[in-house]
T-cell receptor, first 112, second 113 residues
Framework: SQQGEEDPQALSIQEGENATMNCSYK?????LQWYRQNSGRGLVHLIL?????REKHSGRLRVTLDTSKKSSSLLITASRAADTASYFC????????????FGTGTRLQVTL | EAQVTQNPRYLITVTGKKLTVTCSQN?????MSWYRQDPGLGLRQIYY???????DKGDVPEGYKVSRKEKRNFPLILESPSPNQTSLYFC????????????FGQGTRLTVV
């Protein structure tokens, strides 16, 4: 079952522009994570934001979390061609549940 | 270097021929899991293991088996592969159960003909 749903499904921007991706989820979470996947390769962890946090930064990445709306956004500033990839949000469970649940991803294309 | 290693990276096999995809991690992680990734469906968990000799079904376990005899290894076994198991498979590990950062292997692209 999918918890996170990313929006948009695909995004095409030019180098230097900002890219914003959104994630909505359905149930209570302990944390929300964002991952990047280059074509056909393994996922790479980008950032984790806990349910009691509202915003987090890591380099050119900015993540926000609104637990009242059950949504998160990932902002990549000053995008580069190397940022071309698929981006997934994943929700970390509360209680005794034991898995991350991934959305279907946003495919980002950054052109020169 | 901290890593999760899967083998093989690519595999073409025939229906019904048993196969094993190996997964090994060098981070002493307790939690390991297997996912399959299919277009439009995202990543779906097949099986997971919270520690040695402790495994449980994920969302799509039918047709798969796993074992966890050692902490570092978590092989995925397809006893009788079928074409609907053609997919991209990922092994992942994390320090504790699913709410922490997951480290992924490079993937195994399996084709069953």
């Amino acid at each position: 079952s999918q918890q996170g749903e990313e929006d948009p499904q695909a995004l095409s921007i030019q180098e230097g522009e900002n890219a914003t991706m959104n994630c909505s989820y359905k149930t209570s979470i302990n944390n929300l994570q964002w991952y990047r996947q280059n074509s056909g390769r393994g996922l790479v962890h980008l950032i984790l934001i806990r349910s009691n946090e509202r915003e987090k930064h890591s380099g050119r990445l900015r993540v926000t979390l609104d637990t009242s709306k059950k949504s998160s956004s990932l902002l990549i500033t000053a995008s580069r061609a190397a940022d071309t990839a698929s981006y997934f949000c994943a929700t970390g469970p509360t209680g005794t549940a034991s898995k991350l649940t991934f959305g279907t991803g946003t495919r980002l294309q950054v052109t020169l | 270097e901290a890593q999760v290693t899967q083998n093989p990276r690519y595999l073409i096999t025939v229906t019904g021929k048993k196969l094993t995809v190996t997964c090994s991690q060098n981070m002493n992680h307790e939690y390991m899991s297997w996912y399959r990734q299919d277009p439009g469906l995202g990543l779906r968990q097949i099986y997971y293991s919270m520690n040695v000799e402790v495994t449980d079904k994920g969302d799509v376990p039918e047709g798969y088996k796993v074992s966890r005899k050692e902490k570092r290894n978590f092989p995925l076994i397809l006893e009788s592969p079928s074409p609907n198991q053609t997919s991209l498979y990922f092994c992942a590990s994390s320090l504790f159960q699913g709410g922490t950062e997951a480290f992924f292997g490079q993937g195994t692209r399996l084709t069953v003909v």
